[in-house]
């Protein structure tokens, strides 16, 4: 009897011995499977921090030394921003586009200004492709550039690598142009995004006997179907102050920047000058 009760007791502790093992295996294992979803869910936090941490974007304000500075890589001239704008919009920056805009900062930068040449075996002042190049590596992040002949603007003498300069002018009275106006300007770690709205306008002279009227007619698109305000207001005839002068009707709610449309120019720092490389409509 003594016996079959020993046996018994030396059952139940195997029994209670097994399930103690079975439920310490168990726990175990659902803290090692708990532990490795939270070393999971750290790895995937940490990565997102470092993704958020590198994508975070530094404001930079539009009227600052660098805001300024990108500014001026915008600021077409009258005469030659239809022409700069239409082929950034149809082709982005292409070498078309690059040459134009070099072509605009030839003539509107003093800098430049020795670099054009008034030869005797030429009827008109041109440019060497050498010269041309030192403003497309001023103003590009890669400036390289096939040469071309642009209708109307240039004409490349392929044989002496020489652009002639075809000087242009306004058409009658009345002529179109085209303004950017940047507003948002983000930094990241390896490159700039200019913001801008743009402004269509047409600026009408009316020409008597003494004096002359000129209004501007500001518009939202480029087919002028929605116009804006009508302005009869000489500072627009200021080509330095028109951009401020813009966004200043901007931000007074003047014109409603929820028509305009939106652009976006990036640029990449090139030994600490911000140089353009990319365009795009927003």
Do not use: W
């Not at 704008?85 to 200004?113: F, P």
């Not at 010269?131 to 001023?138: A, F, P, T, V």
């Not at 930094?187 to 009408?204: C, F, G, H, M, P």
């Amino acid at each position: 009897m003594k016996s079959k009760v020993v046996t018994i007791v030396c059952c139940i502790l195997i029994i209670l011995a097994i399930i103690c093992f079975g439920y310490i295996f168990l726990n175990s294992n659902e803290k090692e499977e708990e532990n490795n979803n939270i070393s999971t869910e750290q790895e995937v936090e940490e990565n997102n921090e470092v993704v958020e941490r590198e994508e975070r974007a530094k404001n930079v304000v539009v009227n600052s030394r660098i805001g300024n500075q990108l500014t001026e890589h915008i600021k077409y001239s009258n005469i030659y921003s239809n022409r700069i704008i239409e082929e950034l919009d149809e082709n982005g920056l292409s070498d078309k586009a690059k040459l134009l805009i070099a072509l605009d900062k030839l003539y509107r930068n003093d800098d430049y200004q020795s670099l054009m040449s008034y030869p005797e075996d030429y009827s008109a002042t041109y440019i060497t492709g050498e010269n041309m190049q030192k403003i497309l590596n001023d103003t590009f992040y890669n400036s390289n550039t096939n040469y071309m002949s642009i209708e109307e603007s240039l004409e490349y003498d392929n044989s002496n690598n020489l652009f002639t300069l075809v000087h242009i002018g306004y058409e009658g009275a009345s002529f179109n142009y085209t303004l950017e106006i940047p507003y948002q300007i983000l930094q990241y770690s390896d490159r700039i995004e200019l913001q801008a709205y743009r402004v269509y306008i047409t600026k009408n002279v009316q020409m008597q006997e003494i004096t002359s009227n000129i209004s501007n007619n500001l518009y939202y698109d480029k087919s002028k179907s929605l116009p804006a305000i009508t302005l009869n207001d000489e500072v627009l005839g200021m080509e330095s102050e028109q951009i401020e002068y813009i966004r200043g009707l901007i931000e007074d709610g003047t014109l409603d920047k929820n028509k305009l449309e939106s652009v976006q120019y990036t640029f990449k720092n090139n030994n600490d000058i911000y140089k353009l490389d990319g365009f795009k409509k927003i």
